[in-house]
């Protein structure tokens, strides 16, 4: 690895205080670099969400360090984690979680509204956004006239939008059928060709496999890591 | 590569209002009913306001026309408590002040007493006072004639009267035919005219009004003026004049003879608040209290069900005190809409109200302006406590937990 990496876990842990306290990581360590295709898999239970919510700034670790971009999420405020977020973390999640009442244009530039971007700005790189993921015919729609594979896309827009070093995707494919989480795949594909940094939540070891890369978890532990070669396109089931 | 983070800026304002603005937008008829309350609350106060001033000022109008510049002198008491009495020649040497434009007066007959027939018990005197009068005396106190016609120097010689309006509808008599009478001291006295009420003199309403002469000649009057109605020539001369009146009503006695402004009396009438109007400020604290707990109400469970949108925010880049000031702004957004509705309404009440009894329509700034704030202030605190549990939220409950 010649460049600095975009994410780097180190020896993480996670212990959620409940009675009783659960450990849900055990020191944890990997580092993704700049315009690679991960995929975490693992089944239930196995530390994956979690280890979301920590790569993703929402959560803190117990102990070891999550570094993004080069930056320490340890050792920022609240305030500045917040704005990390904003600007170097675009979130793609299951449920889509988009305002129905705002055309698609409006919720793909509501990823910018928290950087500090002026509206019309905003709207001109939702724009874009919205034009990679192949809707911006579509721009003043609503999310409700939308398919479910058309709002992920829309959902994946809005993690675009703000042009961040790294995408946290949560079982992108979990609400859709066979073949749209198939087109979502090759979405996503086709942002790393562009040099995207991608991660990619999954318990199915399926869509993993086809993944240049493959980080394994079991029991809050990496169990392996692979990475294939050859390069094998999304679409090519 | 290192990153240098920056703290996060505030929204822009367009962008906060837009942002605050989502769930009223979302949810119309929610939000319209949570509004209800502090709209009930701020119309009721801004109408009790409204109406009061407007009440006031049309008072104060009719006050105004009605003139400030008339002065009252009057018979005291004497230093052991009796009656005193004004001098007969008191309206003349009263008219030579300078200033003094016209000089009006009535001298009240004493133990005579107005009955609608002979047979009418003596007693039942209907507590009306008989009153010998000047013939300019409506001019004077700015009186006008409802019926009939006033006294003349030909009727002021005979038996003939003019009554009060009090005192007509105490004898029963609400037209002034010819043949119609009333029996004064033995004897009957022909109803010339009944006046209008008078707001500068309400003496003159309970009053049985006869000439001079009439008086003289009938009832064994003396000839004493008892209350002398002046009015000075400006209304700046009043407070020279009303210096001057007592000494020269009565030289020999000045401490015996009383004067007053009757503009006065009436202009602090109009401006005592009514009781009922605390009553009504009450409701509409009480109106405003439950529509307070109405918008923090909605904003919990706003809060609650909204979750995922705060999760997404806070995924997106939103800082607690982003999440804090949305939800802030939403409550203060609510109960300004109610403010505003409010004042509309209030302002709708004063307006028709005021219409219909005649005045002017009088909003005080402080009504329509503490309307709006206190909604803003009401926001504010009914929607703290919610907006504070939403930005306490763990973004990763808040995305997770649906």
């Given at each position: 690895m010649n460049t600095q990496p975009v994410l780097e876990v180190d020896s993480v842990t996670k212990i959620y205080q409940t009675q009783p306290p659960v450990t849900a990581l055990r020191g944890v360590s990997f580092s993704v670099a700049a315009g690679e295709l991960a995929a975490i898999v693992g089944p239930s239970g196995s530390g994956k969400t979690t280890l979301l919510h920590l790569m993703g700034t929402l959560d803190r670790p117990t102990c070891g360090t999550v570094r993004l971009a080069g930056t320490d999420a340890a050792a920022l405020s609240d305030r500045e984690v917040a704005f990390l977020r904003a600007s170097r973390i675009g979130f793609v999640f299951q449920q889509f979680f988009l305002a129905e009442h705002k055309s698609l244009l409006d919720n793909v530039a509501d990823g910018l509204l928290y950087a500090g971007v002026r509206m019309a700005a905003r709207r001109e790189r939702a724009l874009d956004a919205l034009s990679a993921v192949g809707l911006a015919g579509r721009a003043d729609a609503r999310p409700t006239q939308l398919s479910g594979g058309q709002r992920q896309r829309v959902a994946i827009a809005r993690a675009l939008a703000g042009e961040p070093a790294i995408i946290l995707a949560d079982e992108p494919t979990g609400n859709l059928d066979q073949a749209t989480g198939q087109s979502i795949l090759a979405l996503f594909w086709s942002l790393h060709e562009r040099g995207a940094t991608i991660v990619l939540i999954t318990h199915d070891m399926d869509i993993a496999r086809r993944m240049p890369r493959r980080v394994e978890m079991l029991d809050g532990r990496v169990v392996a890591d692979t990475r294939t070669a050859t390069v094998q396109p999304a679409e090519r089931t | 590569m290192t990153t240098t983070v920056h703290a996060p800026r505030q929204l822009y304002a367009t962008d906060l209002i837009r942002l605050s603005s989502v769930g009223l937008r979302t949810r119309k008829l929610r939000a319209a009913l949570s509004a209800l309350g502090i709209a009930i609350g701020v119309a009721a106060i801004v109408a009790v306001l409204g109406l009061s001033q407007s009440s006031e000022a049309g008072l104060l109008a009719e006050i105004d026309s009605l003139g400030v510049n008339m002065l009252t002198v009057s018979n005291g008491q004497t230093l052991l408590g009796q009656q005193a009495e004004l001098p007969t020649q008191a309206p003349a040497m009263v008219g030579?002040?300078?200033?003094?434009g016209s000089v009006q007066y009535t001298g009240q007959v004493s133990n005579v007493n107005a009955y609608r027939s002979p047979l009418i018990n003596a007693i039942d005197t209907n507590a009306l006072t008989v009153r010998a009068t000047s013939l300019g005396l409506l001019p004077g106190i700015r009186d006008t004639l409802a019926q009939g016609h006033f006294l003349n120097a030909a009727t002021a010689r005979e038996p003939a009267v003019v009554l009060g309006a009090v005192a007509a509808q105490r004898l029963g008599i609400d037209r002034a035919f010819s043949g119609e009478r009333i029996w004064l001291d033995n004897q009957w006295f022909y109803v010339a005219g009944i006046l209008d009420p008078a707001y500068l003199a309400p003496d003159i309403d309970t009053s049985v009004l006869v000439g001079f002469p009439a008086a003289g000649t009938y009832l064994g009057f003396d000839g004493h003026p008892s209350t002398i109605y002046v009015r000075t020539q400006t209304d700046d001369q009043v407070d020279a004049v009303q210096a001057l009146l007592a000494k020269a009503a009565n030289p020999e006695e000045p401490s015996q003879v009383s004067v007053s402004q009757p503009s006065q009396v009436l202009t602090a009438r109009a401006a005592t608040q009514s009781a009922l109007n605390g009553l009504f400020l009450g409701l509409g604290a009480v109106a405003l209290l439950v529509g307070a707990i109405g918008v923090a109400n909605i904003m919990v469970i706003a809060v609650l069900e909204r979750r995922s949108e705060i999760g997404l925010r806070r995924a997106l880049g939103a800082t607690r005190g982003h999440i804090r000031m949305q939800f802030l702004c939403e409550a203060i957004l609510l109960a300004l809409i109610g403010g505003a509705i409010g004042v509309a309404a209030g302002a709708a009440a004063t307006a028709i109200g005021a219409y219909v009894k005649g005045w002017t329509t009088v909003i005080p700034p402080e009504a329509w302006a503490g309307g709006l704030g206190a909604a803003i202030v009401i926001g504010a605190i009914a929607g703290l406590l919610p907006a504070l549990r939403a930005a306490r939220m763990s973004p990763t409950q808040a995305l997770w937990s649906i």
């Open positions: - | 030579r002040i300078a200033g003094v």
